[in-house]
């Protein structure tokens, strides 16, 4: 069981910035992968950002440039520092780790 717990969202204009934590306990591999999805109302699920142990990395076509995500292993946490943000990010933010997924935490961008 892998437990994972979101902090970070908010409201903030178009042009702001974010930077979304997600801590994990439980039982944990070093090598699992681990990332962001988000859902938008009336939306699917998609993934936002990925990165695995090696430090490989994908993003959604529609982040690249803005958002960075990066893990510390030694405290088993994975950040999402979103830049530049726009209206069409709102949505919740979820982490996930391996095949557990955190309750996920509102990013909301106004015009």
């Known amino acids: 069981q892998v437990q994972l717990v979101e902090s970070g969202g908010g409201s903030v204009q178009a042009g702001g910035f974010l930077r979304l934590s997600c801590a994990a306990s439980?039982?944990?591999?070093?090598?699992?992968?681990m990332g962001w999805y988000r859902q938008a109302p009336g939306k699917q699920r998609e993934s936002v950002a990925m990165?695995?142990?090696?430090?490989?990395?994908t993003y959604a076509d529609s982040v690249k440039g803005r958002f960075t995500i990066s893990r510390d292993n030694a405290k088993n946490t994975v950040y999402l520092q979103m830049n530049s943000l726009k209206p069409e990010d709102t949505a919740v933010y979820y982490c996930?780790?391996?095949?557990?997924w955190g309750q996920g935490t509102q990013v909301t961008v106004s015009s």
């Open positions: 990165i695995n142990y090696y430090g490989t990395i």
């Open positions: 996930v780790r391996r095949n557990s």
């Open positions: 439980g039982i944990l591999f070093s090598t699992d992968l």
